[in-house]
């Protein structure tokens, strides 16, 4: 168990450009999520994966924004045309069922990718 | 819809005090709550949570809440402050427990530790 990985950790790009990150959660973590960090604040939710359904976007996600986690693993997160605004650290979280109350209140989070909009 | 209230986004103690940080949430569903820590450029580890049971809860490197429910309050707290304990702490709770699970975040609180 090498927890969750994110790749970029780091990304500088320019105003109008397309970038894609990529998230890697536990294995046997069935449910992995999005969230937005901007400077001083807490993280906020973007949208979450059960398997590879994607269950709930956040109003927060705006059509430039998709996310698709196709076999149910690993995970995209890909902004079109991205603007200033956009720069902030994306976390990934993951979490699994624990006992029988349909919980998976445990989240466990990623280094992030920490991304600039010139 | 659920909140959090972290009272003081900047705290600072001196190394060997006591370790107040306050979290006051909202929700109209039992709650489950959390204290996370984020170190510089880091992600979020998991201090300590509650879901049920026990109202005290103990958590990693010295840290303890208590869930009260009179006062919608989960206060995060440590007996002797320690320099590796200076980060950001954020208190986060979640629910329903059908559906997403989704953790809504306080704005943070910075602690700083004074040797």
């Known amino acids: 168990d090498t927890g969750v990985s994110q790749n970029p950790r780091h990304k500088i790009t320019k105003r109008g450009q397309n970038v894609t990150f990529r998230c890697d959660p536990i294995?046997?973590?069935?449910?992995l999520y999005w969230y937005r960090q901007t400077l001083g604040q807490g993280p906020e939710f973007l949208t979450y994966?059960?398997?590879?359904?994607?269950?709930?976007k956040s109003r927060l996600l705006s059509d430039r924004f998709s996310a698709e986690r196709p076999k149910g693993s690993f995970s995209t997160l890909e902004i079109q045309r991205t603007e200033q605004g956009d720069s902030a650290m994306y976390l990934c979280?993951?979490?699994?069922?624990?006992?029988?109350?349909?919980?998976?209140?445990?989240?466990?989070f990623g280094p992030g990718t920490r991304l600039t909009v010139l | 819809a659920q909140s959090v209230t972290q009272l003081g986004s900047h705290v600072s103690v001196s190394e060997g005090a006591l370790v107040l940080l306050r979290c006051n949430y909202s929700?109209?569903?039992?709650?489950?709550l959390f204290w996370y820590v984020q170190y510089p450029n880091q992600g979020l580890q998991l201090l300590l949570k509650?879901?049920?049971?026990?109202?005290l809860v103990k958590g990693i490197n010295g840290f303890e809440a208590e869930f009260k429910k009179s006062e919608t309050s989960f206060h995060l707290t440590k007996p002797s402050a320690h320099m590796s304990d200076a980060a950001e702490y954020f208190c986060?709770?979640?629910?329903?427990?059908?559906?997403?699970?989704?953790?809504?975040f306080g704005q943070g609180t910075r602690l700083t530790i004074n040797p």
């Open positions: 979280a993951s979490s699994r069922r624990t006992s029988g109350a349909s919980s998976y209140n445990e989240q466990f």
């Open positions: 294995s046997e973590h069935n449910r």
């Open positions: 994966f059960q398997n590879e359904a994607q269950l709930e």
């Open positions: 929700s109209s569903v039992p709650p489950y």
């Open positions: 509650y879901t049920t049971g026990a109202t």
């Open positions: 986060a709770v979640s629910g329903p427990l059908q559906g997403a699970q989704k953790l809504v």
